[in-house]
C-alpha cells in the first residue's frame, strides 16, 4: 500500500495566524481526503481533494477557513487560516484508492 | 451516503475474556467497512476490512469481524483480550472509491 509522508507533525501556532499543511504520497492516489480530530472525538471529513478542481467540503467547513490544493495526484496541502483556539486538533490526510486507504501520521496543531 | 453507529462509548473487559465491539452501519451502496485502532497519541492503525467475498474477516492482533447484510452490522470480536487491546477503535465505512465515514469510537479498557 501506498506511503504518506505528513508534515509538520505537530505545531503550536498563534492565534490569527494561518498554517499550512503538506501531505506527499509514494503513489499516485485517486482521491484524497482531510479530516479533523478534535480531542477526545472520532474522525470528521474536512473535505476531498480533487485533482486539478476545487474540493468538496462537506457541512460545516468552507473553502476560506481550510483552503485546499491538489496539483497532482501524489501531493495535497491543507491550510487553516486565521486560526483560533478551537482549531486546536489533530488534522489527517488519507488517500484512497480502490478499496483501500492509508493515512498520514497526522499534525497535531495548538493554537495559543 | 453512509453512515457509522458504534454502540458503547466505552467498553471493559478482563484479561482473557471475549471482547465485543459493536459497528452498525448506513450505507445506499454496497458497503465497504474497516476497523482501525487508535492507541494513545499515535496514529489509525487498520485492523481489518470486508469489501467483498468472505464475510468473516480476519485481521491483525487476533480481531477478526464478521459482515452481515441483514443485520446492517459489521462487529469486531477477539476471543482473548490482552493488557495490550485497550485502546480507541473506530468503525468506518465507504462505497467504492468514495470518503471513508467513521463512527464515534469506542474505547476498550481492558483490567487485569
Known amino acids: 500500500s501506498a506511503v504518506i509522508s505528513q508534515k509538520p507533525s505537530r505545531d503550536i501556532c498563534q492565534r490569527g495566524t494561518s498554517l499550512t499543511i503538506q501531505c506527499q504520497v509514494d503513489s499516485q492516489v485517486t482521491m484524497m481526503f482531510w479530516y479533523r480530530q478534535q480531542p477526545g472525538q472520532s474522525l470528521t471529513l474536512i473535505a476531498t481533494a480533487n485533482q486539478g478542481s476545487e474540493a468538496t467540503y462537506e457541512s460545516g467547513f468552507v473553502i476560506d477557513k481550510f483552503p485546499i490544493s491538489r496539483p497532482n495526484l501524489t501531493f495535497s496541502t491543507l491550510t487553516v487560516s486565521n486560526m483560533s483556539p478551537e482549531d486546536s486538533s489533530i488534522y489527517l490526510c488519507s488517500g484512497a484508492w480502490g478499496d483501500g486507504y492509508t493515512f498520514g501520521s497526522g499534525t497535531r496543531l495548538t493554537v495559543v | 451516503a453512509q453512515s457509522v453507529t458504534q454502540l458503547g462509548s466505552h467498553v471493559s473487559v478482563s484479561e482473557g475474556a471475549l471482547v465485543l465491539l459493536r459497528c452498525n452501519y448506513s450505507?445506499?451502496?454496497?458497503?465497504?467497512l474497516f476497523w482501525y485502532v487508535q492507541y494513545p497519541n499515535q496514529g489509525l492503525q487498520l485492523l481489518l476490512k470486508y469489501t467483498t467475498g468472505a464475510t468473516l474477516v480476519k485481521g491483525i492482533n487476533g480481531f477478526e469481524a464478521e459482515f452481515k447484510k441483514s443485520e446492517t452490522s459489521f462487529h469486531l470480536t477477539k476471543p482473548s483480550a490482552h493488557m495490550s487491546d485497550a485502546a480507541e477503535y473506530f468503525c468506518?465505512?465507504?462505497?467504492?472509491?468514495?470518503?471513508?465515514?467513521f463512527g464515534a469510537g469506542t474505547i476498550l479498557r481492558v483490567k487485569s
Open positions: 450505507s445506499s451502496v454496497p458497503p465497504y
Open positions: 468506518a465505512v465507504s462505497g467504492y472509491g468514495n470518503k471513508l465515514v
